[in-house]
């Protein structure tokens, strides 16, 4: 099949054709309807919503010749030129490629000559916040004396770098995120007058995958119609985009939140192996995990960005186990090691680490409860005089320990979330003289080993310097014993003695 270039194609032509954006729509319209247009505009909004297409139905609506309610005939001269790109009076300055001040000075000279071929100029400036401030200054003189038979379109995706004297002299009109339904209407209306064959478990895919940007949807579509003639599924979806299942990623997740860690590096590599990119994967975990959140703050409301109806169940359930913090914590890891991975591919390794961090931060809930209580108690206990028997002195001891533990622990979190991570997974042995003793049990020698790397080991030191005020190093011990709650103050004793606590403020 030719490359069809369907965004091109399917720009709307008139103000009845443009998806979504109503109040945009009406409002313009009526103003075209009622002859009530400004001499500014300014649209905002996201990639792909509609800003220039609607820039230039009211470029066509003001210099139409035979404007039928409202709406560019798309017949006449100018609007054929206007929609050919050749009509001298529609101006169109990317001020995102000639961000100089020289297209904005070559424009006020301009600005004031009468449209040569039509009845108004109309310049469309894209991607306006890229002016420079001098551009910027030479705009709004102009805008503060506009001419006669002169129309401004600003658009911009960052509304918020525009400076406000610009924006109190223009009309602004916000554009919104097109909806899931919208895209896909969209793209079955597209697909059946072109005679795609695409079933809609695969529009879904592209539409979710689109985020509510029109173009973006449509050029999906056509990436899928070069790749292929015929009938279009899911899967030819996934392979295009090189995207696995929604149904693979949830999964993964779900032994991720198990703790399940011989399964999510099983899973992880059989992707790998069938050719998945790492950096796709963990672009594809990142957008899971949001929609993870999006679904334990918004239930069934949640619009949902790649979990698709077979993940439903699953996502379901991983909302009531999961809460909403840890949730946070891994979508800030995986988009930590999505970033790192877009610069050294093919370090499959980064991203299994960062999925089995993130086990260990949906394991990390009951620690995570306890020092948040714990944190709240007074870090040196008053001792009541004469009280002290040698039982609540070992409890006082345990107590201790399990303060600093969690003074040390809260530190290394404000510090860096992953070292969190790993460092909760160990237990406080005690500290004696210049060394802070942490045991690891078995089946945490990642855990023990990622800590004993200098960027880690660094950050607990420095922690506990803040609350010893001197110098202390940082062991790491290996705890052969598997049932290590039970053993751990036992061990801690036969390695260092009856006085492993030695805490001092
Ligand atoms: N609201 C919409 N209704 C129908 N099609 C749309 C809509 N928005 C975008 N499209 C499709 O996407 C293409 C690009 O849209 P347009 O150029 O208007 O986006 P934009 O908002 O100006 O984006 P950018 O910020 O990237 O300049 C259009 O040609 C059209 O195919
Ligand atoms: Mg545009
Ligand atoms: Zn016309």
Redesign the pocket.
Same mark, same amino acid.
């Given at each position: 099949m030719a490359y069809l270039a369907l965004?091109?194609v399917?720009?709307?032509q008139k103000f009845t054709e443009?998806?979504?954006?109503e109040q945009t729509v009406t409002a313009l319209h009526n103003s075209v309807k009622e002859d009530r247009l400004t001499h500014a505009y300014l649209f905002c %909004?996201p990639?792909? !919503? %509609?800003?220039?297409?609607i820039a230039k139905i009211l470029a066509k609506a003001v210099n139409c010749d035979n404007i039928i309610d409202g709406e560019p005939c798309n017949e006449c001269n100018s609007c054929q030129d206007i929609n050919n790109g050749n009509f001298m009076d529609v101006i169109e300055i990317d001020a995102a490629s000639n961000r100089g001040i020289d297209e904005i000075r070559d424009l006020r000279e301009k600005v004031r000559i009468m449209p040569a071929q039509g009845k108004k100029k109309v310049y469309i400036i894209?991607e306006v916040h890229m002016l420079t401030t001098e551009a910027f200054n030479a705009l709004l003189k102009t805008l503060e004396e506009p001419p006669e038979s002169v129309i401004f379109v600003l658009?911009t !995706?960052e509304a918020h770098k525009i400076p406000s004297t610009i924006i109190s002299r223009c009309q602004k009109y916000n554009?919104h995120r $097109?909806t899931l339904p919208q895209i896909v209407a969209?793209l079955k209306e597209v697909s059946n007058r072109n005679g795609i064959d695409i079933d809609d478990e695969a529009l879904d895919l592209i539409s979710r995958r689109a985020n509510g940007g029109?173009?973006d949807a $449509?050029g999906m579509l056509d990436q899928l119609c070069s790749y292929k003639d015929g009938s279009l599924s899911k899967t030819d979806v996934l392979d295009v985009l090189g995207l696995v299942d929604d149904l693979f990623v949830a999964r993964l997740i779900d032994r991720v939140i198990a703790e399940d860690l011989v399964s999510t590096v099983s899973m992880l590599s059989s992707a790998l192996n069938q050719g998945k990119e790492a950096g796709q994967l963990a672009r594809q975990t990142a957008l899971y995990l949001r929609d993870l959140l999006l679904y334990k703050l918004a239930g069934q409301e949640a619009e949902l960005t790649v979990a698709g109806e077979q993940s439903q169940e699953l996502i379901k359930q991983q909302a009531l186990k999961a809460d909403k913090n840890q949730i946070l914590h891994s979508l800030r890891l995986i988009m930590d090691t999505a970033e790192k991975l877009r610069f050294s591919e093919g370090q499959k390794y980064l991203l299994e680490i960062s999925l089995l961090e993130m086990a260990s931060i949906f394991a990390s809930k009951q620690n995570q409860n306890e020092h948040d209580n714990i944190s709240r108690k007074e870090f040196s206990k008053p001792r009541i005089k004469g009280e002290s028997d040698d039982s609540s002195a070992k409890s006082e001891r345990n107590d201790a320990r399990e303060i600093l533990w969690n003074r040390l622990l809260l530190g290394v979190k404000e510090k860096k979330i992953p070292t969190h991570a790993l460092l909760s997974q160990g237990k406080l042995l005690g500290v004696k003289g210049d060394t802070i003793f942490i045991g690891f049990r078995k089946g945490y020698r990642f855990h023990k080993e990622r800590m004993e790397e200098k960027s880690n080991r660094e950050i607990v030191e420095a922690v506990i310097r803040e609350i010893f005020k001197r110098e202390i190093e940082a062991q790491f011990i290996f705890l052969e014993d598997n049932q290590y709650n039970d053993i751990i103050v036992k061990k801690a004793i036969e390695y260092f003695g009856e006085d492993i606590v030695e805490v001092k403020e």
């Open positions: 965004y091109r399917w720009r709307p443009v998806v979504g954006q %909004g990639r792909g !919503t %509609g800003k220039t297409s894209d658009a !995706t554009f $097109l969209r029109m173009r $449509l």
